[in-house]
């Protein structure tokens, strides 16, 4: 009779590779995994939640930062400054993947957003759905559509549902294009640092990415969208740029303020993980064998 093998994974070995700290007892296989799998789970789990709660948050309300009136007269309008209400768990997204990079690698980085923008559509899937089936709204007699209530709006699901696939629609592009230049960015630095200055890959990638994204947020939530609290007796182009600009510097904040907990939580976890610390060029890295799963 033929034998039966084993599952593959049944004998797949448990991670083993460990950087010894002073002070700091070896841990066994079993331990090393499980902490290796919990912190990464974390931190996919974080970015993977603030992604999907930036997608449904969206457009769906501008925070007014500040104005500005450049001229002094009252008869012409200040410039607005404001930000998407969806954009303020946005920067953590780029912090996790940051921590996924120096922690696990480029590889693992790169699968995390690849299952983001899977998740974007999974959003876009499921208030497509919800919008297509049939429910209990009064319907206009006329048309047949959803009617629209005395101020000229659909009921909420409806109104959250545009915002949200004008919002997951910029995002998709823009999401896809960013998280992957930061990720290249963050191990472009690294391998020029040789793995020194910790807080330029952080910054680096990061700021790069987020030009490339706000740029393409705003313009794609405009000409597709058309979300952009926008004043028609002025000039667009100049309101795009204020837009843009002000998404960009509150994101560069953002980034510069999250250099703190990268710097020091990429140490702790580094000895928390048994893995060689940021500023140190392990051969083979202990990152690769994370990849791999045997590390």
């Known amino acids: 009779m033929p034998k039966t093998s084993a599952p593959k994974h049944a004998h797949e070995p448990l991670p083993?590779?460990?950087?010894?700290?002073?002070?700091?007892?070896?841990?066994?296989?079993?331990?090393?995994?499980?902490?290796?799998?919990?912190?990464?789970l974390v931190l996919a789990g974080l970015f993977l939640g603030s992604l999907t709660?930036?997608?449904?948050?969206?457009?769906?309300?501008?925070?007014?930062?500040?104005?500005?009136d450049f001229d002094g007269n009252p008869d012409t309008a200040a410039v607005v400054f404001a930000v998407a209400v969806g954009v303020l768990p946005y920067p953590i997204t780029f912090l996790c993947t940051d921590f996924i990079s120096e922690l696990f690698g480029r590889a693992r980085a790169n699968r995390v957003v690849i299952v983001g923008f899977l998740l974007n559509l999974w959003v876009v899937g499921i208030l497509w759905l919800g919008g297509a089936l049939p429910g209990f709204e009064a319907l206009d007699p006329a048309t047949g559509a959803i009617a629209t209530d005395a101020?000229?709006?659909?009921?909420?699901?409806?109104?959250?549902?545009?915002?949200?696939?004008g919002a997951v629609t910029a995002s998709m592009v823009a999401y896809m294009v960013a998280q992957l230049i930061d990720v290249q960015v963050f191990h472009f630095w690294k391998r020029l640092t040789r793995g020194k200055h910790l807080w330029l890959r952080n910054n680096g990638s990061t700021l790069v990415s987020q030009l490339v994204d706000t740029v393409a947020v705003i313009l794609i939530t405009h000409f597709y969208a058309s979300a952009l609290p926008i004043d028609t007796d002025r000039g667009l182009w100049a309101q795009l740029g204020?837009?843009?600009?002000?998404?960009?510097?509150?994101?560069?904040l953002a980034a510069l303020i999250d250099t703190l907990p990268f710097y020091y939580g990429s140490g702790v976890l580094a000895r928390y993980l048994r893995i060689p610390p940021p500023t140190a060029i392990p051969h083979p890295p202990?990152?690769?064998?994370?990849?791999?799963g045997v590390g």
Request: proline share 3%; hydrophobic share 55%; charged share 20%.
């Open 242 to 252: 204020v837009f843009i600009a002000t998404g960009y510097v509150f994101k560069i």
């Open 151 to 165: 101020a000229g709006r659909l009921p909420v699901f409806f109104e959250v549902r545009a915002l949200a696939f």
């Open 16 to 40: 083993s590779q460990q950087h010894t700290y002073p002070g700091r007892a070896a841990l066994s296989e079993a331990v090393l995994h499980k902490r290796r799998e919990w912190v990464f």
């Open 53 to 68: 709660m930036l997608n449904i948050l969206g457009i769906t309300r501008f925070i007014k930062l500040f104005e500005i």
């Open 286 to 292: 202990a990152t690769a064998a994370v990849e791999a």
